[in-house]
């Protein structure tokens, strides 16, 4: 079956970095445009990044843009999510999302907690 399981998440000071990774099994990854979202507690969750299949082209949430870079690796079935200067509005639970058509799957989240 598929799955997709984040990882990289965690606790990180204002102005910090970390990389969030996604890797996918149980599909063809390299057909599959992949996204990161986040969900904040009493909010909806958002699409904070996306890129297509090949790569060719990326999204990204204004209040991310400058900030996060998002990118994959065909070869290992995984995705990223680089997050630069981090401020504590960005704490959420990501997940990454794998879409084809009418085919959407989810990871499980992972928690990512900016503070001092």
């Known amino acids: 079956q598929v799955q997709l399981v984040e990882s990289g998440g965690g606790l990180v000071q204002p102005g910090g970095s970390l990389r969030l990774s996604c890797a996918a099994s149980?599909?063809?990854?390299?057909?599959?445009?992949m996204s990161w979202y986040r969900q904040a507690p009493g909010n909806e969750r958002e699409l904070v990044a996306r890129?297509?299949?090949?790569?060719?082209?990326?999204y990204y949430a204004d209040s991310v843009k400058g900030r996060f870079t998002i990118s994959r690796a065909d070869a290992k079935n995984t995705v990223y999510l680089q997050m630069n200067s981090l401020k504590p509005e960005d704490t959420a639970l990501y997940y990454c999302?794998?879409?084809?058509?009418?085919?959407?799957?989810w990871g499980q989240g992972i928690q990512v907690t900016v503070s001092s």
């Open positions: 999302k794998a879409e084809r058509f009418f085919y959407n799957y």
């Open positions: 890129i297509t299949t090949t790569g060719g082209n990326t």
């Open positions: 149980g599909l063809t990854f390299s057909s599959y445009t």
